[in-house]
């Protein structure tokens, strides 16, 4: 079976300080890899994926098959980062299965 | 601009009703989810479709059925209301692709009184 784990509920940090989400996962063949973000009052939506290797908004997140990790980074937090943060997989090639989510990580920034 | 709209953003009902929660997405996507969301346990899968009057089950299918007659639309049925059941209820479609991105309705909160 499929999982993902997200051990913090909860994060604050401070406006400039980094932040690192965390995410584990277990799944027995090749992943895909998501984080999704959700602002207040808004719907949920891709931050980033895995297969995209890019930088969205100063996040980065590596794919470490080695520890199954796929932890979200950003070097210098802004107060417009915080919201809910939940990491997913999939799978299955095609998507059609749809995404297993972890609990989701509340970042608070603190001015 | 890519749409995902459920047809109600709050619902409140009564314990036995049948209740229907529609969502509708104008992307011609093959895939169709729905998820329902609750503080401390994330996102849960119910049901999914990869396809028209196709229907799978998710991780959390009891006491909810779908139905998906046209490629756009995809509705959620709870057959008879429980309390248990009051959550967000989150609808989402996507391509059929690898690292595709599942673009998310506004939410339904149904409260089963």
């Known amino acids: 079976a499929q999982r993902v784990t997200q051990p913090e509920k909860l994060l604050s940090v401070f406006k400039g300080a980094p932040v690192e989400l965390k995410c584990n996962y277990s799944?027995?063949?090749?992943?895909?890899l998501f984080w999704y973000v959700q602002y207040s009052r808004q719907r949920l939506q891709l931050l980033l994926r895995?297969?995209s290797r890019e930088s969205i908004k100063g996040f980065t997140a590596d794919l470490n098959k080695g520890e199954t990790s796929f932890h979200l980074k950003k070097p210098f937090a802004q107060e417009e980062d915080s919201a809910m943060y939940y990491c997913?997989?999939?799978?299955?090639?095609?998507?059609?299965?749809?995404?297993?989510f972890g609990k989701g990580t509340h970042l608070i920034i603190q001015p | 601009d890519v749409k995902v709209t459920q047809s109600s953003r709050y619902l409140v009902k009564r314990t036995g009703e049948k209740v229907f929660l529609e969502c509708v997405q104008d992307m011609d996507h093959e895939n169709m989810f729905w998820y329902r969301q609750d503080p401390g346990l994330g996102l849960r899968l119910i049901y999914f479709s990869y396809d028209v009057k196709m229907k799978e089950k998710g991780d959390i299918p009891e006491g909810y059925s779908v139905s998906r007659e046209k490629k756009e639309r995809f509705s959620l049925i709870l057959e008879s209301a429980s309390t248990n059941q009051t959550s967000m209820y989150l609808c989402a479609s996507s391509r059929f692709g690898v690292g595709t991105e599942a673009f998310f309705g506004q939410g339904t909160r149904l409260t089963v009184v």
């Open positions: 799944y027995s063949g090749s992943p895909e």
């Open positions: 997913a997989l999939s799978g299955r090639g095609g998507g059609a299965d749809g995404l297993t």
């Open positions: 895995h297969i």
